[in-house]
């Protein structure tokens, strides 16, 4: 028996043994035959340190998935909850790597393979991680798991960031652009998409409002291109009428103003192991190159559209006067958060009228019940800046 055999004693023998498997991508698993062979041939070992092949699991649902988290990763969950029952008596991997890549993941892994007397299998050695020698070793390995997975991100988001200096890198455009076989971005040559994109500036010149222009092409029946972005028929045009996000969509891209941009969005990793997605103002862009390539409207143009989406979104509500009542100025947001407010304030107001003019007792009490919804209202600091009691007199178009 060799040395690190010794580690493996009759307990050991009693639980059954654990064989992870995993590549990161589905490419490697396609490619990297070799590598799965070696993870696959690990069962040997168990067999040689006394465990019988049909108490050698395999667990390999994980062929395909980073080991950066393992939150996707069901294959990694069961091993980490088989290990938590007391069923294993070892674990093994061709190295901590597959395991998990995230030390936070792995430092879990060892401290359960300690509490449960689990042994670690990897293809150096056997490790206990009741030992602290085997367990200090473990950590350093689980540690410089992680820094290669960050230098390999590392050199990857170098090489992206040095294209995208110079204007090079290639990103996805938007409908109505397109590369060439030599790498520069040209103006669709469909004759409809271009007239679409147009029609949309244009109207948008025209109604000064997002929401406004999306009505219009719709009640015209205006039809906006898109492009299939999966599945068996991704590249293909088609076309629907827009809506207010498609239309907000298009006049925020300043790739349809020929600028090169890159940096517009900064993903953040959630708790529950999902990425979130945020928008950064124009001024923490990372990259702007302007008149990069050909597109439908120039950057003056662009950075006037973006001043009147921002002005409309700023300016306060048209005041509508409520019947029998004159209009009354009053700040009300646009973004709809005022909408329980402004109709219950209304509807209060009509009713309480009614009940001074008839004197029924039921009105006033309705008139009641919806002042206090109003009430209990979110509140809006548009609204709160100026406490008035005039009746409903609010427009609530989005921008």
């Known amino acids: 028996m060799h040395m690190p055999d010794l580690k493996v004693t009759a307990d050991h023998l ?38 019988p ?29 088989e290990v938590a029952l007391g069923r294993a008596g070892i674990v093994m991997g061709l190295e901590v790597s597959r395991l998990a890549r995230n030390s936070a993941d792995w430092h879990r892994l060892i401290e359960l393979c300690s509490l449960s007397g689990t042994l670690i299998l990897d293809e150096d050695g056997i490790y206990d991680p009741v030992s602290f020698n085997d367990r200090l070793l473990l950590g350093l390995k689980g540690t410089m798991s992680e820094a290669e997975l960050h230098l390999i991100r ?32 040209v103006l669709d040559p469909d004759i409809e998409v271009q007239s679409a994109i147009r029609m949309l500036f244009d109207t948008f010149d025209r109604t000064a409002s997002a929401m406004k222009t999306a009505r219009f092409l719709r009640e015209q029946g205006l039809q906006f291109p898109s492009r299939l972005q999966s599945g068996p028929n991704k590249g293909e045009l088609v ?131 919806f002042a206090g919804a109003a009430r209990s209202a979110r509140p809006c600091p548009a609204r709160q800046s100026t406490r008035q009691s005039a009746p409903f007199s609010s427009s609530w178009s989005h921008q």
């Open 53 to 81: 092949v049909e108490r050698i699991h395999t667990i390999d649902n994980d062929l395909g998935k980073s080991g950066s988290s393992a939150t996707a990763r069901d294959g990694f969950q069961h091993l980490v909850s």
């Open 239 to 369: 076309w629907a009428l827009p809506n207010h996000a498609r239309v907000l969509q298009v006049l925020h891209n300043p790739r349809y103003a020929g600028a090169f941009v890159f940096g517009r969005m900064r993903s953040r990793r959630r708790p529950d192991g999902s990425t979130a997605i945020i928008k950064l103002p124009r001024g923490e862009w990372q990259f702007v190159i302007k008149g990069a390539h050909a597109g439908y409207i120039d950057w003056e143009r662009f950075e006037a559209i973006q001043q009147r989406l921002t002005d409309t979104m700023a300016a306060p509500s048209e005041p509508i006067a409520a019947a029998g009542h004159p209009a009354k100025a009053r700040p009300y947001c646009r973004a709809g958060c005022c909408a329980a407010f402004a109709v219950s304030e209304w509807v209060s107001s009509i009713i309480a009228g009614a009940a001074t003019n008839t004197g029924d007792p039921t009105m006033s009490a309705r008139s009641s019940s």
């Open 14 to 51: 009693r639980r059954d043994a654990y064989l992870y498997v995993r590549q990161s991508t589905l490419r490697q698993v396609a490619e990297n035959v070799e590598s799965t062979h070696r993870q696959y041939a690990l069962r040997d070992r168990a067999v040689a340190a006394g465990w």
């Open 154 to 185: 590392a050199r990857l988001r170098g090489g992206i960031l040095n294209k995208a200096r110079r204007g090079e890198l290639e990103i996805r455009p938007p409908v109505g652009l397109l590369y060439r076989p030599d790498g520069k971005i």
